[in-house]
């Protein structure tokens, strides 16, 4: 499907020509025809695809459309003193700000006003925009539950409301917090309900805020885009950090996301990037909003290369030009990678991801290939090429050391990871070859932390 073909206002078509779109991606084509006819939409999509597109630019062309209905010679005063008319949910600040960017570009010439709202800084410079009148609303739950609370925010005049990233809504806890708000909501609405996946509990969540949804399927979770080259470096810890550097300094890379499990870790290879000369910030959790925000725009601007980053806070990043993603350490979930690698090769552009592989992580690899339904090509034309292949007897060891460490529970403190309680507990996870000696240190060096925090001391 061509843009140019669709039934959408000459402003909107501009601002869509401007970004350079042309073709329709799948979710666009699927879905925008719908939203158009006014039609609930239940869409499975993973990041990547073009989702937002696929909802602001119908969502655009609906609200000029019910503005322009009112329009009495230019006379837009009834509509202006409307509330908010279509509210847009996502679960990260990141990701929020993302969205407002996106319908910042495409309701260019427009005249329709938007902004964005989220927790984490304070509220005085986002109910300034409120007060001053806002057709599209993007907004993280909590931050909107205390604005409605407050009376600033009234949900009243809402045509469409738009549920993006429901699935990791779920994970992070919101659930309670968007069924309060949709009890806030107008009867009379269109709502589009979005999602990486489609288990029991996000359908459920579905019927309850759709009805006689449209449904659209678009590239499962478990498959990677075919415009992202996939390489594998076998390598062992202690020269993650050199092939690292090497790649940096010897590859044509235009920019990169580095991901690391844990935010001590992103800290460290952010450091050791601009160490080597190459412009890097990390961002996760413990960064303050303003820095996350900054390194953003210093990414995109260039004056950056590299953004190191967890799984949470990597959500939102949406840079069609990003030319390479690096694993520098394999995430132990295979729907992570994916989604990981997903943050390249965007709007029809190639892109290329890297995975450094120690001894340990031989195992998620095996994972991640099932899922992804293929093998993932070796790269041994570096100085650090090991061979990872374990024996049974050393998988058998590796098992029996996993649970005789908690194995389980570091498994699940990476799950909580992904899911933005990132834990440097998560990092001490099994390495290699670690003797009972390294375990007894590692032991003596935990009562010792406990000792220093009876006594004051900082918990690092």
């Not at 025809?33 to 006014?38: A, D, Y």
């Not at 996106?102 to 509220?123: C, D, E, M, P, W």
């Not at 009379?188 to 579905?206: D, E, H, Y």
């Not at 190639?350 to 994972?367: K, R």
Request: charged content about 25%.
């Amino acid at each position: 499907m061509i843009f140019t073909d669709l039934p959408l206002y000459k402003t909107i078509q501009s601002a869509i020509a401007e970004k350079g779109y042309t073709h329709a991606t799948p979710i666009q084509e699927q879905a925008i025809v719908p939203i158009l006819e006014g039609k609930d939409l239940l869409g499975c999509a993973q990041t990547g695809t073009g989702k937002t597109a696929a909802f602001a630019i119908p969502t655009l062309q609906i609200l000029l459309e019910e503005r322009n209905k009112g329009n009495n010679g230019g006379d837009w005063s009834g509509w202006k003193k409307q509330g908010v008319k279509c509210l847009i949910v996502t679960p990260t600040r990141e990701l929020a700000i993302q969205i407002d960017e996106n319908i910042r570009a495409y309701s260019k010439g427009t005249g329709l006003k938007h902004t964005v709202v989220f927790g984490g800084v304070k509220q005085h410079s986002q109910v300034i925009a409120l007060k001053r009148g806002v057709d599209i609303l993007t907004a993280t739950p909590g931050r909107l539950l205390d604005l409605m609370n407050q009376g600033i925010i009234s949900l009243k005049d809402l045509k469409i409301f738009i549920l993006d990233e429901a699935d990791r809504m779920l994970d992070m806890g919101f659930v309670n917090d968007i069924k309060k708000i949709v009890k806030e909501l107008p009867v009379k609405r269109q709502s589009l309900f979005f999602s990486a996946t489609m288990p029991a509990s996000i359908v459920g969540l579905a019927n309850g805020l759709l009805t006689n949804p449209v449904r659209v399927t678009v590239a499962p979770v478990s498959s990677a885009a075919e415009t992202v080259m996939q390489k594998l470096f076998f390598v062992d810890t202690p020269n993650k950090q050199k092939l690292l550097r090497d790649i940096l300094l010897d590859r044509k890379i235009k920019s990169v996301l580095v991901f690391t499990r844990t935010k001590h870790k992103a800290n460290k290879i952010a450091d050791f990037i601009n160490e080597i000369g190459v412009g890097a910030a990390a961002i996760h959790g413990n960064k303050s909003q303003n820095f996350r925000q900054n390194a953003l725009k210093d990414f995109k601007s260039g004056k950056i290369k590299a953004l190191v980053a967890t799984d949470l806070a990597s959500r939102g990043i949406d840079i069609d030009q990003l030319s390479h993603v690096i694993n520098f350490e394999i995430p132990n979930e295979p729907e992570t990678y994916v989604h990981r690698i997903g943050r390249t090769g965007r709007a029809q552009n190639t892109g290329i991801a890297l995975s450094f592989c120690d001894a340990t992580e031989v195992g998620y690899i095996n994972d991640i290939q099932r899922l992804i339904g293929k093998k993932i090509k070796v790269d041994q034309e570096h100085d650090y090429h090991v061979t990872h292949e374990m024996s049974n007897t050393q998988r058998k060891r590796e098992n029996y050391i996993q649970n005789s460490r908690g194995g389980r529970g570091n498994r699940s403190r990476d799950s909580r990871s992904s899911g933005g309680r990132s834990s440097d507990r998560s990092e001490r996870g099994v390495r290699n070859g670690r003797s009972s000696k390294n375990s007894k240190n590692s032991k003596n060096s935990h009562s010792e932390r406990t000792s220093n925090r009876g006594r004051g001391g900082r918990k690092r």
